[in-house]
C-alpha cells in the first residue's frame, strides 16, 4: 500500500541554487516527492541539465537563471515560476559559500561579501516567496541551509560565521511573523558535507577523512544527499508541527563538546574488544 507520506504530489516548488551539489540533490528529492520544480541557478546550464533530467525521468520541472542576492533578479524569477507552474507552495535556498580571513585582515568587501552570498541569498528568495504565499492565502513552508559555524566560533570564520548565525536567527523570525499563516520556516544545518564543489586530491582527501573521523560521532562527512532528504523532511507534511527550527543534520558534530578535535568518543577502550580505526 502506497501512501503520499510528504504531502507534496502536484505542489509547486522552487529551488535557489537548485542546479548542483546539496541544491541538485534537493531539486530530485522534490520531484521524487510529486512536486513540480522550478530549478533556479545562477548558471543557467546548471539549471537546465538538473530540470532537464528530471523531466526525462517524467517529473515535471523548469529552469530559471537568476541571481538571489538581487531583489530585481530575485522577483523576476519568482513571477516566471509562478507563471509557468501556478503559485508556489514550498522553497528551499541551497546557496552559500565561505570566504576565509582572520578579522583582523578582513577587509569590509569580504566581509560584505559573506553576507550577501550567505545571508541576502535566503532573505531575498524568502521574502519574496512568503509575500506570496500571504497575497495568496496558502500555507507553505520555506527551508535553508545554515552550518555550524552560524553555532560555533573558529579561526576565519567571522563572514561566514556570523551570516550563517544571521540565517539561524530570520528563519526564527520569520516562522514567527508568518507561523500565524501555516507557513513554517526552518534551517537545516551540515557540519561537513562531501558536496562536488569541494574536489582534494588523495593526500588531501585522507587528511580530510582522518580529521571528519576523529570529530564527528558518525565519523564521515554527509553526502549532498543526506541534506536534501533533511530538507524534504522540513518542506514536508512530515514535518507539520516544526517550525523557527535549525536541524542538525551534522552527523553529531555539535552535540558532544569533547568530540571537537579533542578526542575520539565510544565506549572506553578497556569495555571493548576491536573498536574499529
Ligand atoms: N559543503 C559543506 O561542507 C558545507 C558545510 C556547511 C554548510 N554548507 C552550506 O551548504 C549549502 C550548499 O553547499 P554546496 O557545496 O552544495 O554549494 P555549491 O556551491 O556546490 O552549489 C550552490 C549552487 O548555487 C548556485 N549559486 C551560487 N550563487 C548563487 C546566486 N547568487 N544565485 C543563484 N544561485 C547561486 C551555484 O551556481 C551552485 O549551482 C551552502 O549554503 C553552504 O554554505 C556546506
Redesign the pocket.
Given at each position: 500500500m502506497s501512501q503520499d507520506i510528504f504531502g507534496l504530489t502536484g505542489k509547486h516548488a522552487i529551488v535557489?541554487?537548485g542546479?548542483?551539489?546539496?541544491?541538485e540533490r534537493t531539486s530530485f528529492r522534490l520531484s521524487e516527492a510529486g512536486a513540480h520544480v522550478a530549478v533556479?541557478?545562477?548558471?543557467q546550464a546548471?539549471a537546465e541539465k538538473i530540470a532537464g533530467e528530471i523531466n526525462a525521468a517524467g517529473g515535471k520541472a523548469i529552469a530559471l537563471q537568476?541571481?538571489?542576492?538581487s531583489e530585481p533578479s530575485v522577483e523576476a524569477a519568482l513571477a516566471a515560476a509562478e507563471a509557468a507552474l501556478g503559485p508556489v507552495d514550498v522553497m528551499a535556498t541551497?546557496?552559500?559559500?565561505g570566504v576565509w580571513d582572520q578579522v583582523v585582515e578582513m577587509s569590509l568587501d569580504t566581509f560584505n561579501k559573506s553576507i550577501l552570498?550567505?545571508l541576502t541569498?535566503f532573505f531575498l528568495p524568502a521574502r519574496a516567496v512568503g509575500r506570496s504565499l500571504l497575497k495568496n492565502k496558502k500555507s507553505g513552508a520555506i527551508a535553508c541551509?545554515s552550518?555550524?559555524s552560524g553555532l560555533t566560533s573558529a579561526p576565519n570564520h567571522a563572514g561566514y560565521g556570523a551570516a550563517k548565525a544571521g540565517m539561524i536567527n530570520l528563519v526564527r523570525t520569520m516562522a514567527d511573523e508568518w507561523g500565524p499563516y501555516g507557513i513554517r520556516v526552518n534551517a537545516a544545518m551540515?557540519?561537513?558535507?562531501a558536496?562536488?564543489?569541494?574536489t582534494l586530491n588523495e593526500a588531501g582527501q585522507a587528511a580530510m577523512n582522518a580529521a571528519m573521523k576523529a570529530k564527528i560521532p558518525l565519523g564521515r562527512?554527509a553526502t549532498?544527499d543526506e541534506l536534501a532528504k533533511a530538507i524534504l523532511f522540513l518542506l514536508s507534511d512530515l514535518a507539520s508541527y516544526v517550525t523557527g527550527h535549525n536541524l542538525h543534520v551534522d552527523g553529531g558534530w555539535t552535540s558532544n563538546f569533547l568530540m571537537q578535535g579533542q578526542g575520539k568518543g565510544g565506549p572506553s577502550q578497556a569495555s571493548v574488544v576491536n573498536w574499529p580505526e
Open positions: 535557489w541554487g542546479g548542483f551539489g546539496m541544491g533556479v541557478d545562477l548558471e546548471r537568476a541571481d538571489a542576492t541551497v546557496i552559500g559559500l552570498l550567505n541569498s541551509v552550518s555550524v551540515p557540519g561537513s558535507a558536496t562536488p564543489r569541494l562527512a549532498p
